[in-house]
């Protein structure tokens, strides 16, 4: 066994580390942060200097871990405009892969993921936008809500009500994935402001009011678009984990310079507060095992759901302890430095991608399925 990355994933890690440290210094992070502006020109820069490479899975994982560490919502910021691709990736049709992911590789589109509603997003197969089939095409009628990049993302790979909504047996098995365009007509969105944290992300409630999408833009198969989602989830829980783990790793650096600083300058630092930072670095140490085995398993193609929401449940649950162990011991100082930002960055890690009460559902479902983890 071993546990250590190879040299290139180091020198990867190294690169990115640089570029953050480089372009998301406190002072533009906070610019960001304060306007919640879309930071769209690091974007093109992080992927015309190679820095985001979504050819190998663990350079992801890796480099969103280096960007959240130095700042999560600029991190999340330029990797978020592929978000939903592996959908498109793994069902769409040659032509919908061609036609929209490569122009999102090449910096030239952003997209999103259409899943929650008004209504509520745990419950995925409650969800009420219907698409209705009339010869070659659909016609979308419903909203969506708390969308990444909704108000800049030029198509939104969406989740719609395929099947009778009064049909009780295709409650799970009524829903299909369809690509939708910002330009068709009768779509609309509104920005949401005033967000906790990742401010510099876009988010915005969707709106489609007979939205005519061409029949050749379902992905995959009408009637499997949960399970297509579900399938997802249990990919990008893993991104989400590594969001998780940069900004609780964030949050160690900047405790431990602090501490390091008042035994430097002779103040009094206190037997309670190493505790804290020991417990702190224990879980980041764990959490970021516990994704690395989870990773192992699902980027050699046989993903296992049980590890990856562990994974997910347990790093971003460490991220608000992190940060809010971090603002306890470095009181007044944290409360005016950059970890303010991230200890409000860090809520948002245990909502989207499943809130902790779902990763914990679907532990349990499967350990008394008879899961083992294997
Ligand atoms: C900044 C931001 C960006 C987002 N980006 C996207 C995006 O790009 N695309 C997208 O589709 N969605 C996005 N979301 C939505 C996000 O995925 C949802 O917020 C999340 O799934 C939770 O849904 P909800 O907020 O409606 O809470 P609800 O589902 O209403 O849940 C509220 C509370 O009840 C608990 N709960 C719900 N059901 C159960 C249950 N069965 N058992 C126990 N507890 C339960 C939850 O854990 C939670 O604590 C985003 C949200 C935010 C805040």
Known sequence: MDFDLSEEL????????????????????????????????????????????????????????????????????????????????????????????????????????????PGGGSDVAGLKTVARKEGNK???????????????????????????????????????????????????????????????TNTAELILNNVEVPAENLVGDEGKGFYYIMEFFNISRIFVAAQSIGIAQGVLDRTTDFLKNLEKNGDYVGEERKFKLAEMATRVEASRLLMYKAASFLFNYNPNPTLTSMAKGYASETASFAAETAMEITGQTGLNSEIERFFRDSKIMEIWEGTSEVEKIVISRMILKGDKNE
């Open 10 to 117: 180091k020198q990867y890690g190294k690169k990115v580390r640089e570029f953050s440290l480089k372009e998301f210094s406190n002072k533009v992070a906070s610019i960001y942060d304060i306007q919640e502006q879309y930071p769209d020109e690091l974007r093109i820069k992080a992927l015309k200097e190679g820095i985001i490479d979504f050819s190998n899975p663990w350079k992801t994982m890796i480099g969103i871990e280096e960007m959240c560490r130095v700042d999560p919502g600029l991190g999340i910021s330029v990797t978020v405009p592929f978000f939903g691709a592996e959908v498109l990736m793994l069902h769409g049709s040659d032509h919908l892969k061609e036609k929209y992911l490569g122009k999102v590789a090449a910096g030239e589109k952003i997209m999103g993921l259409g899943v929650t509603e």
């Open 138 to 200: 659909y016609v979308v009628n419903g909203s969506k809500m708390f969308i990444t990049n909704g108000t800049i993302a030029d198509f939104f790979v969406m989740l719609v009500r395929t099947a009778h909504p009064d049909d009780p047996a295709k409650r799970h098995r009524g829903l299909s994935v369809l690509v939708v365009e910002r330009n068709f007509k009768g779509f609309d969105s509104n920005k949401l402001t005033g967000k906790l944290g990742v401010r510099a």
